[in-house]
């Protein structure tokens, strides 16, 4: 991260990476989606990892785009893009959770809701309001930049001016007052305020952004969909999903990625938190059999 996209995400509260996606990986991202034609017709994939499935086999998980394997595996600690996480959240740090979502035209299309800013102060008609427990903050000091929730939008088609998409209140992130209400709620572009960035973007490209800086998704007038896989990491003492990751259930991790998914502590990837998760692991395999044993003897 040079010093020129510094200033820019320190002055905006987010920046654009050109081309951290090849074209490869595009098609192997989209296409790997397409087959799925359940999330497809939803026009959504993956979960916020908030919203629990009280079918799941395990108790303190939900679903992931992880499970699709390959090329969003890759995307844990993608090369293009680890050495900006590395500089807003430092050497340590994990993925939180994870989603693939649509935006179409048509009576489908959303409303803009903006929520975020005020560094981190969610206050009562945000949508991280009540809930906001201070993951979502910035703050500079000591010659580096310190940062809660951050999230990696992932374009999977170009995004041209007027079209729609990512948007935020650029330097809303240090905002010492609230985002005004009349703001918050749009249903079409035309009623936006004219402080609000929107921001345009070729497939393959990545918006990584500070979940303290008020944004939102402008109302689709895009002639093609809209999509977009989020990415969002934390510190490792921090966590915003209740919900967490357990490397058992995906495949062709590596040990890095591994320790990325670890649960949040103030210790990271330590050895002893290893032990500790290694025997919550090791806990739901015995309770997946006993499970199976169960129904099979019903």
């Not at 259930?249 to 590596?254: C, T, V």
Request: charged fraction near 25%; proline fraction near 5%.
């Amino acid at each position: 991260m040079n010093d020129q996209e510094k200033y820019l995400f320190d002055l905006r509260g987010y920046l654009v990476v050109k081309n951290a996606l090849s074209s490869t990986q595009v098609r192997a991202l989209s296409d790997t989606f397409e087959r799925d034609s359940q999330a497809l017709e939803a026009g959504w994939a993956g979960s916020d990892r908030y919203h629990y499935d009280p079918n799941s086999e395990f108790a303190w998980s939900c679903s992931s785009l992880l499970e699709y394997g390959g090329p969003y595996i890759d995307l844990i600690d993608l090369p293009s893009i680890v050495p900006y996480l590395e500089a807003l959240l430092g050497p340590h740090y994990r993925l939180d959770h994870d989603y693939l979502k649509v935006d179409r035209t048509g009576p489908t299309r959303r409303p803009l809701y903006l929520h975020g800013g005020g560094q981190g102060a969610g206050r009562e008609r945000d949508l991280v309001g009540p809930h906001d427990g201070g993951q979502c903050y910035y703050r500079y000091n000591n010659d580096r930049m310190y940062n809660g929730l951050v999230s990696v939008a992932f374009e999977l088609k170009s995004i041209k001016p007027g079209d729609g998409g990512f948007a935020c209140i650029a330097g809303s992130h240090k905002a010492n007052f609230g985002l005004p209400e009349e703001w918050r709620f749009q249903e079409s572009q035309e009623n936006m305020h004219e402080c609000v960035d929107r921001v345009a973007v070729d497939a393959g490209d990545a918006i990584i952004f500070t979940e303290a800086c008020a944004h939102g998704t402008v109302p689709w007038q895009g002639d093609k969909e809209r999509w977009t896989i989020f990415y969002k990491y934390c510190p490792h003492a921090v966590a915003w999903a209740p919900c967490y990751y357990n490397s058992d259930n995906y495949e062709g991790l590596s040990e890095r990625q591994k320790s990325m998914l670890m649960p949040p502590s103030a210790y990271g990837p330590h050895e002893e938190t290893r032990a500790i998760w290694a025997r919550v692991q090791n806990e739901q395999v015995e309770l997946k059999r006993l499970r199976v044993k169960e129904r099979e003897r019903s």
